[in-house]
């Protein structure tokens, strides 16, 4: 058996791996962070006596906490699922900088995270584990409370569900750098023409405000009606790093107004979020 301040040294040795995992279960650093201290609180009450693998037991610690408050958020979520907006990963730069190689690291597209949000959290926990850590689906298997081949149905179930937003695939930052420069060009214009052609025929636009101002856009004309109204007011808009690829930010007078992500298809954009819910935004820090 080993004693307290032995599993608390391991258990800091794996906390970023661990708030990386929760981060990608709940899309929340809040209750990313809430996850890893209340795993570490069971951690520390058990003896560890039959771990053979230290990473393995903390993943499945954090993994069962998450699955619990999961199921625990579907029973009560109050915001609409169609208008959230995960907590966003944010470094100021554009990613070229080696301050924002951390950022670029431990991040995943902010367009997958709102698409994980919708899965029944089996099928979240399965797909993050398998796809994103390589956890066996022996391992998963008790997690969730199935058969490893059941595991492997979530985790396909999933997968069917984010395919083409998959974090796995290399991205085209100097394409979407691109992009993304063009549309705040064109924006800052209110060039409605140019805003059209920079989105694809599928195109989402998603605004969480965190209240009544909240909204789901869809199609081309609609969106770039909605960006020709928004010229950021008196802020500073800027290109930087969000979940790994280039969005835009909104500073005015050093607090940050919104994070704009975008996901891309076929050279256009086919997905905009952002998180304008001044709450969440005071709790963003900006990397670089």
């Known amino acids: 058996m080993q004693d307290e301040e032995f599993w608390a040294a391991r258990f800091e040795e794996h906390r970023p791996r661990l708030r990386a995992l929760a981060y990608r279960m709940l ?22 006596a039959d771990v053979r693998d230290t990473g393995s037991w903390l993943t499945t610690v954090v993994s069962r906490q998450c699955l619990t408050m999961l199921r625990s958020r579907a029973t009560r979520r109050a915001e ?4 959230h907006v995960p907590d966003p990963i944010v470094a100021s730069g ?26 029944d959290p089996a099928e979240r926990l399965s797909f993050v584990l398998h796809d994103m850590f390589a956890v066996p689906f022996d391992e998963i298997a008790p997690i969730v409370d199935r058969s490893p081949a059941a595991a ?9 569900r984010v395919r083409g937003l998959s974090p796995a695939g290399p991205r085209d930052r100097r394409q979407q750098r691109r992009i993304v420069t063009a549309w705040l060009a064109a ?24 209240g009544a101002g909240s909204k789901l856009v869809r199609g081309p004309a609609e969106i770039a009606g ?45 997905e905009i979020d952002i998180l304008a819910d001044p709450r969440r935004l005071a709790m963003v820090e900006l990397a670089g």
């Open 27 to 48: 899309g929340s650093f809040t209750e990313a962070d809430d996850a890893v201290q209340e795993s570490w609180l069971r951690v520390s009450r058990a003896s560890g």
């Open 80 to 83: 609409p699922l169609d208008t």
């Open 94 to 119: 554009d990613g070229t900088d080696p301050a924002d190689q951390e950022v670029l690291a431990d991040s995943v597209g902010l367009a997958l995270l709102v698409v994980l949000e919708a899965l």
């Open 152 to 160: 492997r149905q979530l985790a396909s179930r999933a997968r069917r």
């Open 187 to 210: 924006a800052r214009g209110g060039d409605f023409a140019a805003l059209v052609e920079l989105l694809h025929p599928d195109a989402v636009l998603r605004v969480d405000t965190g």
């Open 226 to 270: 909605q960006a020709v109204q928004f010229r950021a007011g008196g802020a500073l808009a800027q290109i930087a790093t969000v979940n790994g690829a280039p969005g835009i930010l909104a500073l005015d007078h050093g607090l940050l107004r919104s994070v704009l992500a975008f996901a891309t298809r076929d050279e256009l954009i086919v």
